[in-house]
């Protein structure tokens, strides 16, 4: 059952964590969970919790977290899904986490990932292989595969992950739950293990899209530059995205559209060529931030350290246990940003960025929202595509805009892991929220 | 990709590849480099991507709170001594990374 927002019964509180934490114990199968809070802990928090009067309730309060593993949770193993940081234990909380503690959150565990969110299905992780609990032998999307099943699963009310090419996006929609991706930038990323910065942002899931609005207020570090919602009577589809999508997930969409049309909303066909160059753009900015972010993690600072006798050594020993894509972005990185190269690749993929950025703008000028599908196609199967990372990134194909232009994204489920994607210009992320609370209902309709 | 470029990557990386991991990334960088050839048709120009409309520096509030504790951090090393972490050498008085290897510094 769906906590109500405020006046929960104190023995209702301890009921319902008490429950999730049961219910993590017994669908141990989903792979959902990289290390759960203690118990102990947690009884702790509770009976912190119930001594609050009423009137001193936080915004959050009561409401079950479970955190990607890319996020530091102070006293929880930090371990971004990858043996080189296994057994670091975090010693303080991301800004974010440090925000749902204040206002009466409660967070039962660290939820699993691909190894520092490089992947598409999850399956990149050190650790385990997170299952759809809404498809069975389907992956649940990555990188925040864990995030998205623990939701889907109702092991917690709300997932909080990071979105850097659709990370919470298409999860959200292989297991049909609702998402949202903030304008990149607004909120904070301490404690966030970077995958690519220019790019990451703070995104979360639920069930329903309930409490968005809430946490955005809440996480939001720029409120003034924040626009108010608008009422919408137009969207935009883009042709070049309408093309290459499996025949079940166009048909889904396009029942989706005229639905909308049906509710009164005006829906204008734009063309934008330049699509063709989205995906490899974000490829090669990520490859190249990513390679430069993983130097941090030298067998000195964090988890394990393993034996060297140097530095150089220490760094080398320490890499080894890398997984296989983290290891292939992080060389990839280095070849796009050596020199004789960075012409190229990198320089082409900021030039295509910005253009990207200058049609967007314009195409939001002349309708705030666009939509799309979110993936272009349904839930694959696990070990599918796992050995040819180029059909993997292809999954990325309609998500990675909203990070290259560093705007709003939000999905909406439409049911059998297929999701429709809303999006809007940069600070537009009341209006988008609206739209998703709105339609929400109206295309899950009989 | 060659091998001898494939070898000067790793380096420049600081990754030590399995054989088998040469082999099968000497395939797949290649595939992965022609994937991005797209980005070639465009022509680089003074454009720059502005993350955020107004770029402004966001500082912190300058305000006392706990900060970490040292003893805690110090616990979480695999080898202390005399409350200090000890990591692997990072500092020679000559150039050479060869001498004196074995030692470790606090």
Known sequence: MMPKKTGKALTELRERTLNYLEQIARKSELQAFNSVESLGKL?????????????????????????????????????CSSKSLDGYIAPYSAKVVEQILKEDGIILGKTNCDEFACGSSGENSAFQTSQNPKFKGKTCGGSSSGTACSVSAELCDIGLGSDTGGSIRLPATFCNIQSFKPTHDIISRHGLSDLAMSLDTVAWMEKTVQYSE?????????????????????????REQMENLDTKVEQKIKKTIQTLERKGLEVIEHSMPLQKIAVPAYYACMYAEFSSSMQKFDGFKYGKQFSGSDIIEAVKVNRSVLGKE????????????????????????????ARLQKEYTQLFQKTPILISSVAPVPPFGLGEKIADPIQMYSADLLTVQANLIGSPAGSISLGEGIGLQVMGNQFEDKTVLGCLQKWENWVNAP | MKKEELEKLAHLARLELTEKEFQEFEKELAEILKFLEPLNTIDIQEERFQT?????????????????????????FPEQKNSLAVVPKTFYKNSSWEQNSNSRRV
Do not use: W
Request: glycine fraction near 4%.
């Open chain 1, 43 to 79: 009884l702790e928090r509770i009976n912190e919790l119930e001594k609050k009067p009423k009137e001193k309730h936080g915004k959050l309060f009561g409401l079950c977290f479970s955190i990607k593993d890319v996020f530091a949770v102070q006293g929880l193993p930090f371990q």
């Open chain 1, 214 to 238: 809430t946490l955005l207020n809440l996480f939001c570090e720029q409120k003034e530059k924040l626009k108010e919602k608008k009422e919408i009577t137009q969207i935009g589809i883009i």
């Open chain 1, 326 to 353: 983290v290891k292939r972005r992080i060389l990839l990185g280095t070849y796009l940003t050596q020199k004789e190269e960075s012409q190229k690749f990198y320089k082409k993929a900021l030039t295509a960025r």
């Open chain 2, 52 to 76: 955020n409309e107004k770029q402004e520096n966001e500082f912190r509030k300058d305000c006392i709170h706990i900060h970490l504790n040292s003893k805690n951090i110090v616990k979480m």
